[in-house]
Nanobody, 124 residues
């Protein structure tokens, strides 16, 4: 069982930066692939980024590639999403999630655990 708690969301001007954090409970954090998803009002939840168990592999949605960076600290049981060059279309609730294997990363149904989400609002 893994419990995930996101933090770091807020209101930022276009072009600005934010760093999201997702703290995980439990001693098995290092065995999970971690992902970030987001959901804007009236839209489906979409994949943002994923990182492998050891942190050696990452994968990004085309829409955030080059602007967002996912990382993890397996000592602190935390995964991060550094967001820069933010655009109004990045406005959404951001969720972190955990899954047991590096496969079907974009499919949110394959993730076993989810956080409650943190709101990111980018003003134009």
């Amino acid at each position: 069982q893994v419990q995930l708690v996101e933090s770091g969301g807020g209101l930022v001007q276009a072009g600005g930066s934010l760093r999201l954090s997702c703290a995980a409970s439990g001693r098995t954090f290092r065995t999970y692939v971690m992902g970030w998803f987001r959901q804007a009002p009236g839209k489906e939840r979409e994949f943002v980024a994923a990182i492998s168990e050891s942190g050696t592999r990452t994968y990004y949605a085309d829409s955030v590639k080059g602007r967002f960076t996912i990382s993890r600290d397996n000592v602190k049981n935390t995964v991060y999403l550094q967001m820069s060059g933010l655009k109004p279309e990045d406005t959404a609730v951001y969720y972190c999630a955990a899954k047991g294997a590096w496969s079907t990363l974009l499919d949110n149904s394959g993730y076993d655990y989810w956080g409650q989400g943190t709101q990111v609002t980018v003003a134009s």
